[in-house]
């Protein structure tokens, strides 16, 4: 495989600071810190009236692609509450792990391998009790002695049911593809489709990180957006190999700059437990490449162990060859929050119109939280606005559509710029005389009058050119 490793710096997103973005994304209603007026809780974030039709848009886009226009996968939706079991089986209770420091003054604790001057370092060399020693690492908050690297897991436990002892003992998901795994049988034998077949899946997932950051990109709450794709084993390497560029192509489609686009393959020391290979779809965020998304084969080894210490035959009998065998599995896993804000962040532009800045959200038209906006001319002219608004109701019909006249049309206009609404429709006295309306393009700008009974499906042919 070609890794593509294009100049950072060249491929840079028009965000630099995410200042710029948090700050946005709170004004305009995307994202909010949550729990704020009791001064927030670390690295859990609430959804606003944008941010929640933007996250629905980009599930609702990655369902379309993974089941809804392919006949080899269909959909599942597990509880996030599993037995206990299926982690020990998982591996997650023994291996689901971050090599963690703490600091002997101030007792902060810090993920090692995102302290300053660890940044190169294998997983082999983090592995090494005698790190923090050996490379002189400090607290980056006091300065202070640190002591060795210990492993912590990253599961939250809770309990089921009213007595907290340890036979009460449950675990917030920490991945969602444990769920589809339980139920292969159930879903292959219920739906009768034959290998090779996928199961997607999207849903909350939660790690207690120990450094989460970097606004939503980890936090610790989070939505995976995760599909199965089982197959012999003989066929597992071709359809990793198939997968990279279909999951890679999904971020295009929707938008997102190529070039800050790139695979990363996991080194072997880097594996996670339960992987035989890894390579990561990455994204150039304002700080630096990072994971987007992961693919991995994953071999037999959640099939092969949960057969093993359920006891039940998960066997897949192939009518083709008349075998029965345990099949492997190559897993694409998104996130649904890290992938919103690659979408916000490679959207967001600022351009000079008029020797004024204008602040562009460019989203795909499938993921603008609005697709159109109602803008009548003259707020003062009843006849106007009650047009307006039946032409908004019956657009609503199709699309999110929103109806705003607090202010002149031109602030109008660059305040749907700035939330990415693709188009906005104008209202205006001739529209009384000849029941046709201004449908304004956010990105060239351009204008074209449009018959109000024509409306819906000039909306509908629009979204279908963008999506071509
Ligand atoms: N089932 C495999 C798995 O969970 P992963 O690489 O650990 O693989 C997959 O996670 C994706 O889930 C990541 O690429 C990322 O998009 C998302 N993700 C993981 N941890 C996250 C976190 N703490 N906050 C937000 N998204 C996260």
Known sequence: MTTLMPDPDAVAPAVENLDTIVSLAKRRGFVFPSSEIYGGINAVWDYGPLGVELKNNVKRAWWRTMVQERDDIVGLDAGILMAAQVWVTSGHVASFTDPMVECETDHLRFRLDELPGTEELTQTELSDPAIVERLGLVCPADGGPLMPPRRFNLMFKTHMGPL???????????????????????????SRKKLPFGIAQVGK?????????????????????????????DSAAE????????????????????????????????????????????????????????IHNRADWDLGRHQAESGENLAYFDPATEEHYVPWIVETSAGADRAAFTFLIDAYREEEVRREKRVVLGFHPDLAPYTVAVLPLLRNRPEIVALAHEIRDDLARDVMAVYDDTAAIGKLYRRQDEIGTPWCLTVDVDTL???AVTIRERDAMTQERVPIEGLRAAIRDRLEAARA
């Not at 709450?221 to 012999?232: C, G, L, T």
């Not at 020391?269 to 290979?277: I, P, V």
């Open 164 to 190: 907290e002892d340890d036979a009460a003992l449950v675990y917030l998901r920490p991945e969602t593809a444990q769920g589809i795994y339980v139920n292969f049988r159930n879903v292959q034998q219920s």
């Open 433 to 435: 005389e000849d029941r």
């Open 239 to 294: 359809w990793f190999e198939r997968w990279l560029p279909e999951r890679r192509a999904w971020y295009e489609r929707y938008g997102v700059t190529s070039g800050r686009l790139r695979f990363r393959e996991h080194a072997l020391d880097e594996l996670a437990h339960y992987a035989r290979r890894a390579v990561d779809i990455e994204y150039r965020f304002p700080f630096g490449w990072k994971e987007l998304e992961g």
């Open 205 to 233: 997932a939660f790690r207690n990180e120990i450094s989460p950051g970097n606004f939503v990109f980890r936090t610790r709450e989070f939505e995976q957006m995760e599909m199965q794709f089982f197959v012999r084993a």
